[in-house]
Nanobody, 122 residues
């Protein structure tokens, strides 16, 4: 299974971005998917996760009410809609996958894609 994140860019505070994670090479519906981010000099941070069916989602307190995770199993994609972006959201964003159960810790994911950079200017 391979993951490819896309959709990052440079935006201003208050703007929105939609990140996508395209999954290939496996049965997409078998995998829970999570989004993580890592800012320069900081540890990797959990952002959001979604179960195989999409019926269960989880989000970090820092993004609740602003970010929404969703998935389209017909298109093998997971999206992260990011609204009301803040300069503190600046980071490299990564999607990750694991079989079966949704999880919120990075070490519980064994498949990672390359990151997409998000920069939010004030």
């Amino acid at each position: 299974v391979q993951l490819q994140a896309s959709g990052g860019g440079l935006v201003q505070a208050g703007d929105s971005l939609r990140l996508s994670c395209a999954v290939s090479g496996g049965t997409f519906s078998m995998y829970a998917v999570g989004w993580f981010r890592q800012a320069p000099g900081k540890e990797r941070e959990f952002i959001a996760a979604i179960s195989r069916s999409g019926g269960i989602t989880s989000a970090a307190d820092s993004v609740k009410g602003r970010f929404t995770i969703s998935r389209d199993n017909a298109k093998n994609t997971v999206s992260l809609q990011m609204n009301s972006l803040k300069p503190d959201d600046t980071a490299d964003y990564y999607c990750a996958a694991r079989l079966w159960m949704v999880a919120t810790k990075g070490e519980e994911y064994n498949i990672w894609g390359q990151g997409t950079q998000v920069t939010v200017s004030s």
